[in-house]
């Protein structure tokens, strides 16, 4: 009788660790741009959540009247990120360059809230030159 116990108590834990277990097989088996696809829409919900660059160039009355800047650099920070997503679901696994080129992007994006207390001319320096890094990323993208 000890020995029957003994048995399916193995048995019951092999099946419950195998069912743990599962899900992260198959997690596994996922190309890597996939956590980093993840990585990147997490960065960028946070500027989004802020009401994006738009949003941080309206609170200034300097900025205000060149605010549309602002919502351009939003749409880029979004296409990157929806473009590399597409490219791993397409199976055309873009580069860690890539990654590392779209990440930097969209850091520097969450960057420029810190310039908060900074003049309205450093601020537009820093943001002209997140969208020259946009378009330099989005010209080597396919469309």
């Known amino acids: 009788m000890r020995r029957y116990y003994t048995f399916t108590k193995k048995i019951f834990t092999f099946l419950v660790l195998l069912l743990l277990l599962s899900p992260l097989t198959v997690q596994a088996q ?29 609170q200034s009355s300097e900025l205000r ?28 696994n873009p580069t860690k360059a890539l990654y590392d080129d779209v990440s930097g992007a969209i850091g520097d994006g969450r960057m420029i809230y810190n310039l908060a207390g900074s003049s309205d001319e450093k601020k537009l320096e820093a943001l002209n030159g997140l969208n020259q890094k946009l378009d330099a990323i989005l010209s080597k993208l396919p469309n």
């Open 30 to 58: 996922k190309h890597p741009c996939h956590g980093a696809s993840k990585d990147l829409n997490g960065s960028l919900q946070v500027i989004m959540g802020r009401g994006g660059l738009w949003t941080f160039m309206e």
């Open 65 to 92: 009247e060149k605010s549309m800047l602002g919502l351009q650099i939003d749409g880029k920070l979004s296409r990157v990120a929806v473009i590399f997503e597409t490219l791993c679901n397409e199976k055309k």
